[in-house]
């Protein structure tokens, strides 16, 4: 082997020991200070939303659903056979009672009221001559020149008109009030509905349907349920004064109007095992219309200065019911809890919690016992929306 041949291996030998330490090196060599810094740090403080336990009053609320019924509703229909002539409303119009709304012709109704007052003057005439005769007669019987049988005769034809006169009286009363029901009047306020009969048809009391509908929707009606458990509440609060109740729309997020409870029916669904209640409201916007349905909600009491949180703040666990509370080092710490009425947003806490303590209400998945927080804008819960 040659000199050169030598030293070439020589070489190749040593470039493959160093890289080979080198590997080792970089393999087992001890972190930089700031890497091992790095890698020790604790973990990232876990972002959380708060609220603040708080006293306040509490309303209690019991909902059903309900549907809205008009406290008023009449057919507008005639009382006579006849024509009808015209039609004076326009559909959808509010109306006052009183306002004429149609007309059937009135010209049979005239003539008969004319012929009963006619008939009357007729037998008012005779019955003054009848008078007449009468008195000669009795002068004339007491002179020895007539009759008592002629007296008795001529007083009895007197009586006779004179009930002719009061059968006259009551044709007329009864022509004047044909004639009368010929103007169909709105018997009460209301709001008119669509027209189902056109002038010019003709009606029949006996066959005909209304001509439209009248309904009064100020004030107006909720009819609802609930569930029968809750009647003695419903029936202590009554027994206490009138009891709220808030109508909300279908989606129960728009409060329609308030009015009290009118009723309590007098018998519970056995199918169901729910009663049903009346509720009358005022209605003065309009929002209540026959037929829709609404969320009813009943104030049946406050509890005052409970102490409360939002309902989102309560978590089960194994051991029962408790809340993550935000230390004043803003570390997270479980609570167990004892509660009382508990609503979609609003719990009231029986035990576990003091007056202006900080309760986690979002980010719970995060935290573990003593785990430090971050806290976002502390919230407070409204009792008002409690139900």
Not at 189 to 211: A, H, K, T, Y
Not at 293 to 298: F, S
């Amino acid at each position: 082997m040659s000199v050169r041949n030598l030293c070439r291996i020589i070489l190749v030998g040593a470039g493959a020991a160093i890289a080979v330490v080198g590997l080792l090196y970089w393999q087992f060599a001890p972190s930089p200070p700031q890497e091992r810094s790095a890698r020790s740090q604790a973990p990232a403080p876990a972002p959380v939303s708060v609220a603040t336990v708080t006293r306040q009053d509490v309303p209690i609320h019991l909902s059903g659903l309900g549907t809205v019924q008009a406290s008023l509703t009449v057919g507008i229909r005639s009382q006579v056979d006849g024509k009808l002539q015209e039609v004076l409303f326009t559909e959808g119009q509010r109306v006052r009672k009183g306002d004429v709304l149609a007309k059937i012709d009135p010209r049979l109704f005239q003539a008969a009221l004319d012929q009963a007052i006619a008939r009357k003057r007729q037998n008012a005439a005779l019955l003054a001559g009848a008078e007449k005769d009468l008195a000669r007669s009795k002068a004339l019987a007491q002179k020895d020149i007539g009759t008592q049988q002629n007296v008795d005769q001529q007083q009895a034809k007197v009586d006779q008109l004179k009930a002719s006169i009061e059968a006259d009286m009551a044709a007329i009363a009864t022509a004047q009030t044909q004639l009368n029901y010929a103007t169909i009047a709105a018997p009460s306020d209301g709001r008119m509905g669509v027209r189902l009969v056109d002038p010019g048809n003709l009606i029949r009391v006996s066959e005909s349907g209304p001509i439209a509908t009248l309904v009064q929707i100020q004030p107006a009606a909720v009819q609802f349920t609930l569930p029968a458990r809750v009647l003695p509440d419903l029936r202590e609060a009554m027994a206490r004064g009138p009891v709220e109740v808030t109508a909300f729309d279908q989606d129960n997020r728009r409060a329609l109007d308030t009015g009290t409870i009118l009723l309590i029916d007098n018998v519970i669904d056995q199918a169901t095992d729910m009663i049903r209640l009346k509720a009358m409201f005022a209605n003065a916007d309009d929002q209540l219309w026959p037929g829709q349905y609404v969320n009813a909600r009943v104030l049946v009491a406050i509890k005052r200065n409970v102490l409360t949180i939002p309902s989102s703040a309560v978590q089960r666990g194994p051991q029962g019911l408790f809340a993550w509370i935000v230390t004043s080092k803003n570390n997270a710490e479980p609570r167990p809890l004892q509660v009382g009425l508990t609503t979609s947003d609003l719990t009231v806490v029986a035990s576990g919690l003091s007056e202006g303590e900080r309760v986690v209400i979002d980010g719970h998945y995060r935290l573990r016992r003593g785990a430090l927080v971050t806290i976002a804008k502390p919230q407070s819960v409204d009792a008002r929306s409690g139900s």
